[in-house]
Nanobody, 112 residues
C-alpha cells in the first residue's frame, strides 16, 4: 500500500522557519521524482517545488524561491521542505506527492 505521510507543520510567526517531512512507504521511493504542493485557505492548489529521484534536478515556484529548500534522503524514504523567512501568504496545507498519490497534508500557519 502506497503511503505518503507529511509532518512538521504548525503555527509560526512571520520571518520564522519550519521543516516539513514526507515519509513514504509502499513504493520504490528512490526511483520517483517528488513534489510539494500547497493549498491556501479558500484557494486552489499551488505547486511549490520539485525534486528528481537523485535529488539533482530541483525547481521552485517563484513565490518561494530563495526561501524554501527541498531535499530528500532516499535511504530514509523521506523528502523534506525547509521553509525560511515565512510570510503570512505561505499559510496553507502542504502536501507531498509522487504524481499519483498524495499525502494527507500538514497545515502551516504563519501569523503573529
Amino acid at each position: 500500500q502506497v503511503q505518503l505521510v507529511e509532518s512538521g507543520g504548525g503555527l509560526v510567526q512571520p520571518g520564522g522557519s519550519l521543516r516539513l517531512s514526507c515519509m513514504v512507504s509502499g513504493f520504490n521511493f528512490s526511483t520517483f521524482p517528488m513534489s510539494w504542493v500547497r493549498q491556501a485557505p479558500g484557494k486552489g492548489l499551488e505547486w511549490v517545488s520539485f525534486i528528481n529521484s537523485k535529488g539533482v534536478d530541483i525547481t521552485y515556484a517563484d513565490s518561494v524561491k530563495g526561501r524554501f529548500t527541498i531535499s530528500r534522503d532516499n535511504a530514509k524514504n523521506t523528502m523534506y521542505l525547509q521553509m525560511n523567512a515565512l510570510k503570512p501568504e505561505d499559510t496553507a496545507v502542504y502536501y507531498c506527492t509522487q504524481g499519483e498519490v498524495w499525502g494527507q497534508g500538514t497545515l502551516v500557519t504563519v501569523s503573529s
